[in-house]
């Protein structure tokens, strides 16, 4: 009981810290009116969120070996709580982008500390349910967010997302302050200031390369000169890495054949994920002329069967081994996406609910035991780097499958202005289109990881 209460504490920050950033998306035209900021500005809401969220998951295993789990859990917490009171009380926007940036240092403790605790503490027999109970808190986010935030702003305000969410953040406080005990460490390690800092170049220019992709075009020079940049970036940084005895982030993982295909389909499935997110209410909207809620709601119920599965799947793994749920999931994922493809002009709001449902049926097999079979190919020394690098690439990547959904969507939409909803559909289908490929270059991956 001490561990599942443990993964419920860390895992009300990641479900808080998801629900807020999806929850959030709903009410960017409200906080467009009330701080009278444009489209490119109000993103950053969710932006600067994932570009601190990214950056403090990197550093997790450099924390994990310098502090205790309850020094971890009250920083975390702390921050989260703090940032949370903030957004709600926000006079003015740049309060709310510095109390939703404090938001992601909360939620880049957490996330990665809880599946830290999972690997360390679970019993290996028992170690895909508890890695499916991990995953279940969050994966139930997305579902929540954009049916909450659309509730709450219309029948309340945009400031009582955040009021709302501290009274679960006080049962996280209460339930991690009674389970995370005083504890020693061993020798601490150098953090190395000009590694973190190539660090937080590299991922800031990606960031922003991809929010201005969407509307400047992925050939503009700033664009590009942003991407080569963080690619010099972080091959500075692996460069210094290789010759550091205790590096920020060790890469030596990459040595792992099994860990880099799992990463590799994570990333896919990461990136596909969030590119679906905002086709989906962007097409009903648009093409079949639903209204917002109505758009939220598409997502729900494959979103609450993928949390659930999530459980079952680590069962599976436990009893079967990791072959059969992943690639079971990974083809239930390229099923989807077909089907999303050949529909993809004409899609209805049924088959949005059918679709998404065997999508997240797949999602739910999938990425949590990837996640587990992943980590567990690695040394144990090694893992809290792969947990680390999984986490944090996956808000990379996340960012990077909205800007190209975005990108496809809004190149059609120039190129037929005159037709908005069949622009909005064809866009959509090239998205669809291409998440086929990848998802299938995704599976190929997996099948290897499982057979090595």
Sequence with gaps: MSLIGKI?????MSFCGVVSETAMNVTFPTLMREFSI??????????GYLLILSLVITLSSYLKRNFTQRTLFFTAIGSFITATALCSWSPCFGVLIGGRMLQGIGTGIALPLMFNIVMEESPREKLGLFMGIATLITAMAPAVGPVFG?????????????????IPLVLSLLIGARL????KIGARSHFHVLDYLLIIIGYSAFIIA???????????????TLLILAIAAMLLFDRRSRREPSPLLRFEIFRHSSFVCCLSAILVIQFATLAIGYAIPNYSQLVNHTGAFVAGCLLVPGCILGAVLA????TIYDKL??????????????LSMILFAIYGRQLTTMQFYLFYIVYTLGQGLSVGNMLTYSLSTLPKDLAPDGNALINSLQQLSGAAGTAVAATFVASAQAALPSDIATATAQGTCYTFFLLV????????????????
């Design 8 to 12: 419920v504490a860390m895992g009300v």
């Design 38 to 47: 444009t489209t490119d500005t109000v993103q950053w809401v969710t932006t």
């Design 311 to 314: 459980v079952v799947g680590g």
């Design 180 to 183: 995370f005990h005083p504890s």
């Design 210 to 224: 991809m929010v201005n992709a969407s509307h400047a075009g992925w050939l503009s020079v700033t664009v590009i």
């Design 321 to 334: 081994g990791p072959r059969i749920p992943i690639i079971t999931g990974m083809s239930c994922l390229l």
């Design 437 to 452: 490929m990848m998802i299938f270059l995704a599976l190929v991956a997996a099948t290897h990881a499982v057979k090595s």
């Design 150 to 166: 659309g509730f709450v702003v219309e029948y309340l305000g945009w400031r009582d997302i955040f009021l709302i969410l501290l």
